[in-house]
Structures are given as C-alpha cells and as structure tokens.
C-alpha cells in the first residue's frame, strides 16, 4: 500500500515525458531554422563578394542530409568549413546558429582525435637496426649482443 501512494507522489511530480512526434518535430525545426540562417548568412556575404567556399559546400550538404553531413564530410573538409563559418559570423545571438557551430566544432574534435588514435601498423617508421616484421623492442644489434653475453645468471654478492 505504501509503495503505491509513493508511485502516485512521484508520478504527479514528474512531468510527462514528450511525445515522440513533437521531439521529432523540435528537431525538425532547430534543422531548419539552422539551414535557413546559414543561407541568410552566406547570401548576405555572396552579395558582398565575399566567398566561403568550403562552408557553402557544407551547405549543399547539410540542406540534403542534415546533421549526418557532420558525419560524412571529411575531416579537413569540416575543418576549412567551420573556419570559415566562425570568420563569416560576427554575432551568435543566433541560438540556430550557434547550435550549428557548437555541433560543428565537437563533432570535429571528435572525429580528429579518433583518426589520431587508429593509425595502420604500416605507416609507422621502423626503428633503425630492426628486422621487418620482428615484435622485439631492441634493434637487432643489441639483442646480438645481448645474446652473444648470455650465460647464467649469478645471484649478488
């Protein structure tokens, strides 16, 4: 009984949890109200002469995908893009905007130092003196050495 009055407290407290369509419709509005800003923005410095090349790129892409086009451009793409945006923009009070930046400039940080982390075994430069293909650490003129020193071991004295 009393862990039925407690689910009743609790459950007036709570608020309800949105419905999935109107999360769904909130994104849709933050994406468009950011695509439409960047365009704003980019024909107002197209009138000016000014060229963004590498964000009205990211443009084009971002208008067709939406926030998956942070996840398909290329790294140095995406950097060029968001350099030139911060350039581009001299007032954030934008909330669209700023979003976008903020979006923009983690999805970057993440994705550099994930490409850091997975270099190929093959690209790394062999340490002088080893063997192609050995796993020692030591470079083959001291593990001879080494080798040719080895005798059994003597407790000390």
Do not use: Y
Not at 13 to 40: F, G, H, I, K, S
């Amino acid at each position: 009984m009393r862990a039925q009055a407690v689910r009743e407290e609790v459950a007036a407290r709570c608020a309800p949890p949105l419905p999935v369509p109107e999360l769904m419709r909130a994104t849709r509005e933050l994406l468009t109200a950011m695509r439409d800003e960047l365009r704003q923005e980019l024909a107002a410095h197209a009138a000016e002469g000014t060229a963004f090349v590498h964000l009205a790129r990211f443009e084009e892409k971002f208008s067709k995908r939406g926030l998956r086009a942070l996840d398909e451009i290329p790294v140095d793409h995406l950097r060029r893009a968001l350099a030139d945006f911060e350039s581009m923009v001299r007032n954030w009070s934008s909330a669209a905007l700023a979003d976008l930046r903020s979006r923009m400039a983690v999805h970057l940080a993440d994705r550099a130092s994930a490409s850091t982390m997975w270099i190929a075994a093959n690209t790394i430069a062999p340490v002088f003196g080893m063997r192609a293909g050995s796993t020692s650490p030591r470079p083959t003129a001291l593990r001879r050495a080494s080798d040719q020193n080895a005798g059994p071991m003597k407790a000390p004295t």
